[in-house]
């Protein structure tokens, strides 16, 4: 059997519903050895999942396309998939709390499942239309991803703050970090994923000018992705300025990253503008 790019990515889906399972077992057991496993998963997963990107980087060239993995739906799901594992690796590592993982793994193993099984979303590798053939594609796709992976890590750590509530003992929601460690991570992975969603926005206002004449236009997703960044920015402001803290941060982590899932999804589907290729 021939292995290609699609292959390795479908098999990486269920590296990652594995991780996610095996996370949420070392959350309810709190055996070492287990939490161990999950991570070896995970970074098996993400590897995996680079050797598909790489992979069908290389077929792109063969078909004599030539470009970076990154221009449909189906691409900038495995994307983000592989971008939102980077940071919770990067946030386990630091931490060196894997609890976090029966959190975090759960999104990337849905883009990964949507990407991989949905039959709305082609995997096959097609020319870029013209709008897309720019050296800014890369530049817009990452940065904007970024900030996209960084905030669902931040919905997670949300999630977590109000499941922990006032519980101070032993038990489930003993063993999740405790509300200060929380309300600081979703602080820092906002802030990270706010000035990454800044760049995105800019350097998609300089390749709109550059592929259509004008740096906005008012299309939907770019619309949408001012109305996310003003989420964002509204708990930052309210943060530093208003001092908020805790659970009004939580539940605003949840309310940008549902914005994000809008832009990213509702507007391919439900509304057509400039954007539109995007569902292609």
């Given at each position: 059997?021939?292995?290609?790019?699609?292959?390795?990515?479908?098999?990486?889906?269920?590296?990652?519903?594995?991780?996610?399972?095996?996370?949420?077992?070392?959350?309810?057991?709190?055996?070492?050895?287990?939490?161990?496993?999950?991570?070896?998963?995970?970074?098996s997963?993400?590897?995996?999942?680079?050797?598909?990107?790489?992979?069908?980087?290389?077929?792109?060239?063969?078909?004599?396309?030539?470009?970076?993995?990154?221009?449909?739906?189906?691409?900038?799901?495995?994307?983000?998939s592989?971008?939102?594992?980077?940071?919770?690796?990067?946030?386990?590592?630091?931490?060196?709390?894997?609890?976090?993982?029966?959190?975090?793994?759960?999104?990337?193993?849905?883009?990964?499942?949507?990407?991989?099984?949905?039959?709305?979303?082609?995997?096959?590798?097609?020319?870029?239309?013209?709008?897309?053939?720019?050296?800014?594609?890369?530049?817009?796709?990452?940065?904007?991803?970024?900030?996209?992976?960084?905030?669902?890590?931040?919905?997670?750590?949300?999630?977590?703050?109000?499941?922990k509530?006032?519980?101070?003992?032993?038990?489930?929601?003993?063993?999740?970090?405790?509300?200060?460690?929380?309300?600081?991570?979703?602080?820092?992975?906002?802030?990270?994923?706010?000035?990454?969603?800044?760049?995105?926005?800019?350097?998609?206002a300089?390749?709109?000018?550059?592929?259509w004449?004008?740096?906005?236009?008012?299309?939907?997703?770019?619309?949408?992705?001012?109305?996310?960044?003003?989420?964002?920015?509204?708990?930052?402001?309210?943060?530093?300025?208003?001092?908020?803290?805790?659970?009004?941060?939580?539940?605003?982590?949840?309310?940008?990253?549902i914005?994000?899932?809008?832009?990213?999804?509702?507007?391919?589907?439900?509304?057509?503008?400039?954007?539109?290729y995007?569902s292609?």
């Amino acid at each position: 059997m021939q292995i290609n790019s699609s292959y390795l990515l479908s098999l990486t889906t269920f590296f990652y519903l594995g991780a996610a399972a095996v996370y949420l077992l070392y959350w309810i057991f709190r055996l070492h050895k287990i939490g161990i496993l999950a991570t070896i998963i995970t970074v098996s997963g993400f590897l995996l999942e680079t050797a598909g990107i790489a992979l069908r980087w290389k077929e792109s060239y063969a078909l004599g396309y030539g470009h970076a993995p990154l221009s449909n739906l189906y691409e900038s799901l495995i994307f983000f998939s592989w971008v939102t594992i980077l940071v919770y690796l990067f946030v386990e590592y630091k931490t060196r709390n894997r609890v976090i993982g029966a959190f975090a793994t759960p999104f990337a193993c849905l883009a990964m499942a949507y990407a991989s099984f949905s039959p709305n979303v082609q995997d096959t590798i097609q020319p870029l239309i013209p709008a897309l053939q720019s050296n800014w594609l890369i530049a817009h796709v990452i940065t904007c991803f970024l900030g996209y992976a960084s905030f669902a890590v931040a919905c997670g750590f949300g999630i977590m703050y109000l499941i922990k509530g006032d519980s101070k003992g032993g038990g489930l929601l003993g063993s999740l970090p405790s509300k200060k460690v929380l309300d600081e991570l979703m602080h820092q992975t906002i802030i990270f994923g706010f000035l990454w969603l800044t760049v995105g926005i800019i350097t998609g206002a300089v390749w709109a000018n550059q592929a259509w004449g004008t740096y906005w236009s008012w299309d939907p997703k770019e619309t949408w992705s001012l109305i996310t960044w003003f989420v964002y920015a509204t708990a930052l402001h309210a943060r530093f300025v208003r001092g908020w803290a805790g659970k009004k941060i939580a539940y605003l982590s949840i309310i940008g990253f549902i914005s994000v899932i809008f832009t990213y999804f509702g507007v391919n589907f439900l509304l057509s503008g400039l954007h539109s290729y995007g569902s292609s």
